[in-house]
């Protein structure tokens, strides 16, 4: 993929917040120290921007320079390989990505995995596909049948238990930062 800095970001974004808030270019100036001819430059993808102009302009909406670069950043998709690995007595595979984690699971009734991942701080969403399972919590436990889910804190310890031939996805996405 052949990838130029102006289709990397989209800084149209900044018109977008810009009406949203229902400022002028004029108001942006004044607000950011930055000239209305520059920020019209950079809304049109006409002018690349130096990371100084970025952060006054990402102030003036509430945001962090990092945030800003977030929404203009061009969405392109990114692939990956899944891996096989076995945990307990399921087949999983995994795709991982920085921001989500997922796994499927094949289980024949009997099957038992506890913990079956190394835990972030971590939400945990298990959706059965096929089957039946059994997922125990410290202090709750819920039978699933196909088509129910259950999210749970994922460092919490936790039992996965196929009651009949199961098919499951697991997926671990990760908190909101605290602070």
Excluded at 46 to 56: D, V
Excluded at 74 to 95: D, K, L, N, W
Excluded at 147 to 168: N, R
Aim: hydrophobic letters at 40%; charged letters at 25%.
């Amino acid at each position: 993929m052949d990838l130029t800095i102006q289709s990397m970001f989209d800084f149209g974004v900044l018109r977008d917040l810009r009406k949203r808030e229902s400022l002028t270019l004029d108001d942006v100036s004044r607000r950011s120290g930055v000239s209305s001819a520059v920020i019209s430059r950079i809304e049109r993808n006409q002018a690349q921007a130096e990371l100084e102009t970025l952060f006054r302009l990402s102030r003036v909406f509430g945001l962090n320079t990092a945030d800003l670069l977030n929404l203009a950043e061009s969405r392109t998709a990114h692939r990956t390989e899944s891996t096989a690995y076995t945990s307990g007595s399921f087949q999983f595979t995994r795709i991982e990505y920085g921001n989500i984690t997922c796994f499927q699971g094949r289980g024949p009734a009997g099957a038992m995995v506890s913990r079956p991942e190394i835990h972030k701080d971590d939400t945990e969403v298990c959706w059965l596909v096929e089957g039946s399972i059994r997922v125990t919590l410290p202090h709750e436990q819920h039978d699933l049948t196909a088509g129910q889910a259950v999210q749970f804190d994922a460092i919490l310890e936790h039992t996965y238990e196929a009651i009949q031939d199961s098919l499951l996805i697991i997926v671990h996405l990760p908190k909101a930062k605290r602070f």
